[in-house]
């Protein structure tokens, strides 16, 4: 695919590097797709205070079998 440029005039400084950073991480996650290795990718849930009653799988809660 050829290069192609967008056009950020006007938007301010902030919203153009989101616009990188989104960018940045697309690229960064096909580059991980195309070189057949997995993304490496840590993900970070937020911690909400409660209570643990039990360990349940996704397939007790949902009933899909993925």
């Not at 960018?23 to 643990?52: I, L």
């Amino acid at each position: 695919m050829a290069t192609r440029a967008i056009d950020l005039d006007g938007l301010p400084e902030e919203a153009q590097r989101d616009v990188a950073a989104y960018v940045a991480a697309v690229r960064k996650r096909y580059e991980s797709k195309t070189n057949g290795q997995p993304a490496q990718e840590r993900v970070r849930f937020n911690v909400q205070p409660g209570t643990v009653y039990g360990n349940l799988r996704r397939e007790e809660i949902y009933d899909d079998e993925r």
